[in-house]
């Protein structure tokens, strides 16, 4: 029985780390993306305020 809790903990802790480096490599993702969104930004157009002076 304690054979079996020590494979079961093994496991838990196995699957944490593969978790864990999963979530790590989505939230950088993200953030490149909002990075790369933020920094792309389209210049507004004043052709009506050009027009109306």
């Keep these: 029985m304690l054979k079996g809790l020590i494979i079961c ?4 802790f196995a699957q944490l780390a593969v978790l ?14 909002r990075q ?6 389209t210049p507004l157009k004043d052709d009506e305020e050009d027009v109306q002076s």
């Design 9 to 12: 903990f093994a496991v838990l």
């Design 20 to 33: 864990h480096v999963i979530d790590t490599r989505l939230y950088n993702s993200s953030q490149d993306a």
């Design 36 to 41: 790369t969104a933020v920094t792309k930004t």
